[in-house]
C-alpha cells in the first residue's frame, strides 16, 4: 500500500463532464404536467432513472414532489429508480394508475 488516499477509478468509468442522451416517454398526469409525452434530455454519465426524472422535475415544477410516486421502464422493462441509464436509453415515466368500475 503506497498510503495515498486517492480514490482508484476503474478503467471503464465514464469521463469528468461526459453525458448520455435519453429519450423520456412521459404518460398520463405526468405528460399533462410537463405539457408534452416526448422529450429528449442529457444527462452527465451515471445518471439513474430517479435522476433524469429530477432533473426533469427541476425544469417543470409541477413535477416536483413526484419521484417516489411514478415507475420507471427503461427501453420497455420495468427498472427500479435507482438503475443507472446508458447514452441512449429510452425511458417512460408512468404515474400511478387505477380505474375499472
Given at each position: 500500500?503506497?498510503?495515498?488516499?486517492?480514490?482508484?477509478?476503474?478503467?471503464?468509468?465514464?469521463?469528468?463532464?461526459?453525458?448520455?442522451?435519453v429519450s423520456l416517454l412521459l404518460f398520463a398526469s405526468v405528460a399533462e404536467a410537463a405539457g408534452e409525452r416526448r422529450r429528449e434530455v442529457r444527462a452527465p454519465s451515471?445518471?439513474?432513472?430517479?435522476?433524469?426524472?429530477?432533473?426533469?422535475?427541476?425544469?417543470?415544477?409541477?413535477?416536483?414532489?413526484?419521484?417516489?410516486?411514478?415507475?420507471?421502464?427503461?427501453?420497455?422493462?420495468?427498472?427500479?429508480?435507482?438503475?443507472v441509464l446508458q447514452d441512449g436509453d429510452e425511458l417512460a415515466v408512468i404515474p400511478p394508475v387505477s380505474g375499472g368500475a
Amino acid at each position: 500500500m503506497n498510503g495515498s488516499t486517492a480514490p482508484q477509478v476503474a478503467a471503464d468509468a465514464p469521463e469528468a463532464g461526459a453525458s448520455i442522451r435519453v429519450s423520456l416517454l412521459l404518460f398520463a398526469s405526468v405528460a399533462e404536467a410537463a405539457g408534452e409525452r416526448r422529450r429528449e434530455v442529457r444527462a452527465p454519465s451515471g445518471s439513474t432513472a430517479r435522476g433524469v426524472f429530477e432533473q426533469l422535475a427541476a425544469h417543470v415544477p409541477a413535477l416536483a414532489g413526484r419521484a417516489d410516486h411514478v415507475s420507471f421502464a427503461r427501453n420497455q422493462q420495468f427498472v427500479p429508480p435507482d438503475t443507472v441509464l446508458q447514452d441512449g436509453d429510452e425511458l417512460a415515466v408512468i404515474p400511478p394508475v387505477s380505474g375499472g368500475a
